[in-house]
């Protein structure tokens, strides 16, 4: 079963076409595998977040007919530094948690987030689920934590712009045998150094 829609939650991405999306392309990959051979292939592709794409799995019925324990565990397909925070949301939502889950750690594919966004994620998400015992309500706080996060990231880009717009860029000098003279290089302004590499973090 593959889930995933887009990475709304963690990078503010606008919804791809039908039939683009994460789970989709999941689902493809493994058809051209040939693992249809094996096992019933199925994809959900609403999620715009791992909390969703827990919720949708049930909600849409995907695990219906299983019953997952230390001797048929659900096996979790992901990142080793995102497997933590996917148990803590499949107990939240599925009830399981221990040897009732199996890592399965994936490698490449994606780029590491910096090194405090997901420590940071996990730590919020126990916190603002604290409580929350029904998937609407689930739902609501992660909104509301969605939110706040982007404004500590937009808070945090303004403040590394505004230290880049003070730096000026000196020019290199000529190498030996280098005619004529360096031409002077323009202050870059506060949006210098602020593209980033593409992340993944829900």
Partial sequence: MFSGGWAEAAEGAHPPPEGWREGDLMLRQAL?????????????????????????????????????????????????????????????TLGLRGPALLDVHACGGESLPRWWREPAARIAARLWFLGARDPAGLLR?????????????????????????DRAVVPPRPGPGASGSAVPVPDPGPAAGRARPPRRST
């Fill in 141 to 165: 706080r992660e909104r509301r934590l969605v939110t706040s996060m982007r404004r500590v990231d937009r808070l945090a880009r303004r403040r590394r712009g505004a230290a880049g717009g």
């Fill in 32 to 92: 051209a595998a040939g693992l249809d051979r094996h096992a019933e292939l199925r994809a959900e592709t609403r999620s715009r977040s791992t909390l969703e794409n827990l919720l949708h799995t049930v909600e849409d019925g995907l695990l219906d007919g299983h019953a997952f324990g230390p001797g048929h565990p659900l096996g979790i397909v992901s990142h080793t530094w995102h497997l933590p925070r996917i148990r803590y949301l499949a107990r939240r």
